[in-house]
């Protein structure tokens, strides 16, 4: 029974281009998302977030959308480059609750130079 | 000046034995978590420790047992490893719980043979 899903396990996107990552998850009471960012042999590392109060969060590159009513956020980086190349996970939580993270499985994005 | 670290990143060992993984972060943080990164790439907490309380502790099987000396150390031991053991481990500190970022140390790859 996983709460948070990434369905594409993998993306490959040429530089420059824009990267797509998709998440949706089934628990409508998660109130916070997050993305996180994993090179091989590392842990991850975070990236950006957003609270259920806002549809958009924008980073640099980075934005991440939240569709509440579709349960389903996505990460657009804008211009992709070949460093973004990792293993990039989706996380929803509850504010107020135990501080507690549900992970998705995890898309892994390829930039071709 | 690592943030969040893990000792051993490998760690290969019989069926049967007792082994322990320690976690370490100085980033002032109260609240230490584990992780258990399955063959499916999902990240599962495991437990959660708040100035050395703790505050999760999910379905994992009692041979796993969590100890935190104090808020800035949470190891894991575990007891009569066996096969579905094998695992990436990581653990991670946030300064409160809740919404605060996680940061991940870089994991520790367990094979039981």
């Known amino acids: 029974d996983q709460q948070v899903k990434q369905n594409s396990p993998s993306l490959s996107v040429q530089e420059g281009r824009i990267s797509i990552l998709n998440c949706d998850y089934t628990n409508s009471m998660f109130d916070y998302f997050l993305w996180y960012k994993k090179y091989p042999a590392e842990g991850p590392t975070f990236l950006i977030s957003i609270s259920s109060i806002k549809d958009k969060n924008e980073d640099g590159r980075f934005t991440v959308f939240l569709n509440k009513s579709a349960k389903h956020l996505s990460l657009h980086i804008v211009p992709s480059q070949p460093g973004d190349s990792a293993v990039y996970f989706c996380?929803?939580?509850?504010?107020?609750?135990?501080?507690?993270?549900?992970f998705g499985s995890g898309t892994q994005l390829t930039v071709l130079p | 000046d690592t943030a969040v670290s893990q000792t051993p990143k490998y760690l290969v060992t019989q069926m049967g034995n007792d082994k322990s993984i320690k976690c370490e972060q100085n980033l002032g943080h109260d609240t230490m978590y584990w992780y258990k990164q399955d063959s499916k790439k999902f990240l599962k907490i495991m437990f959660s420790y708040n100035n050395k309380e703790l505050i999760i502790n999910e379905t994992v099987p009692n041979r796993f047992s969590p100890k935190s000396p104090d808020k800035a150390h949470l190891n894991l031991h575990i007891n009569s490893l066996e096969l579905g053991d094998s695992a990436v481990y990581f653990c991670?500190?946030?300064?409160?719980?809740?919404?605060?970022?996680?940061?991940f140390g870089p994991g520790t790859r367990l094979t039981v043979l």
């Open positions: 991670a500190s946030s300064l409160r719980g809740n919404t605060d970022t996680q940061y």
């Open positions: 996380a929803a939580g509850l504010s107020g609750s135990a501080r507690q993270l549900t």
